[in-house]
């Protein structure tokens, strides 16, 4: 890969970057559509879920995230040493057998140790594409490449989910397996795009140095911590929300089918604001657009708060889309940080860290968010979002003051 971010699809370097930005999109589709269903799908009903159906949900739903950062170093790992592509592609094809096997059954225990392993799968993706994005994006269109990355990444979340959301309207519970068999047929059709793209003929790094000694270049760096540890944070508001969103929109007033129409236009309004918010971050720098993305969370998570009190009232859900639109600026930000501090040599490695960040954060959160509500009820979602927003700001700030003091060189220079 050259180290010259391609400006054009037309580039042959480019053909891989392109293979990676689709088969991204095909995996958080398939990733989305199933998620949105699962928690009704376990529990054989689509309605009045409880605080003991919230504690089965979480534990079996927290064993993917269990899955992904207690591997995902090691995946990233042998990434760097055996190549990108293998462990990409070995992910996707573990991933969509794992999906395929969800169908099967509504055991808990079965669910929940399929979950363990689609994690393994999961983190093993996500480190592989972000490491193989990173090769192709030279220092000044990093942001740039992220932010099409995460494009490309969110979009088939939320726009995966949207198709979820509707599944679970439309279709009775009996029928919401074939839902993960869609899952599965998305992922394959990934696969089957990474080949057409590249015509069968990827780059295949081996011979790098041994899995020990990559993991000790990458664990040794603070300043990679320092970058990645919002992210715990973020994704402990963000597991919560994909886990339980489906179940409890009714709840508050807003059905289901709307909720996914939402959610659906997001998705493809994020096609269109990443790839401008990262060349914003090219621009001005990193660590302001880390900052509008900060203010952003803490405004969607003000207007949560509300919404889970009052409603979903007209005024709350323009504070909460105001936010929203505020928020999407730290993926690209945060991700083409992360690109600065890493070596060419432990690139995957280095990004398994966020992987495992945001993996733990899903954990935590659920734990967090099921125990404060099943013992205060609303109060205890607004004392979680409350100790969210105060935790990443506290972040925010401690990196600003890094940045300006030289010992986190995350920033571009403004141009």
């Known amino acids: 890969m050259s180290d010259a971010a391609p400006s054009s699809l037309t580039r042959p370097e480019a053909r891989p970057l392109f293979a990676v930005f689709g088969a991204t999109f095909f995996i958080r589709f398939a990733f989305g559509i199933t998620t949105a269903v699962f928690a009704s799908y376990l529990l054989g009903q689509s309605q009045g879920l409880g605080g003991a159906s919230l504690g089965t949900i979480g534990l079996v739903i927290a064993m993917s995230p269990i899955g992904e950062f207690s591997t995902v170093l090691f995946s990233g790992a042998a990434a760097d040493r055996w190549g990108r592509w293998r462990v990409l592609v070995a992910g996707m094809v573990v991933a969509a057998i794992l999906t395929a096997l969800v169908s099967t059954t509504r055991s808990a225990l079965a669910l929940g140790a399929i979950n363990l392993f689609f994690g393994v799968a999961s983190g093993a993706i996500l480190a592989s594409s972000l490491a193989l994005v ?87 760096r603070p300043e990679v911590w320092w970058v990645t540890l919002p992210w715990l944070t973020i994704y402990m508001l963000i597991g919560t929300a994909l886990a339980f969103l489906g179940s409890s929109s009714g709840a508050v007033g807003f059905p289901s ?159």
């Open 257 to 415: 089918i709307y909720l996914a129409v939402a959610i659906g236009g997001g998705g493809i309004a994020l096609v269109f604001t990443q790839p401008v918010f990262g060349r914003w971050s090219d621009r001005f720098g990193r660590i302001r657009l880390l900052g509008v993305g900060t203010a952003g969370f803490v405004l969607v998570m003000f207007a949560a708060g509300l919404i889970a009190a009052y409603g979903a009232l007209p005024v709350l859900l323009a504070v909460a889309g105001i936010g929203v639109i505020g928020a999407l600026a730290y993926g690209p930000a945060a991700l083409a940080a992360l690109t600065d501090l890493s070596a060419s040599l432990t690139r995957a490695t280095t990004m398994a860290i966020y992987s495992l960040t945001i993996s733990l954060g899903m954990v935590l959160g659920l734990v967090v968010s099921t125990t404060l509500y099943d013992a205060l009820g609303t109060e205890g979602l607004d004392l979680f979002f409350g100790g969210i927003s105060v935790t990443l700001v506290a972040l925010t700030i401690f990196q600003w003051r890094r940045v300006r003091s030289g010992k986190l060189p995350i920033t571009t220079p403004a141009r």
């Open 134 to 220: 990173a090769d192709a994006s030279g220092p000044e269109e990093r942001g740039f490449e992220m932010g099409r990355f995460d494009a490309m990444n969110l979009s088939g979340w939320v726009l995966g989910f949207a198709v979820g959301l509707a599944a679970l309207t439309l279709l009775p519970n009996a029928a919401l397996g074939a839902t993960f068999l869609l899952g599965a047929a998305v992922l394959t059709a990934g696969l089957l795009f990474i080949l057409v793209v590249t015509h069968g003929r990827v780059a295949l790094v081996a011979g790098r140095p041994r899995v020990p000694r990559l993991l000790a270049q990458a664990l040794r």
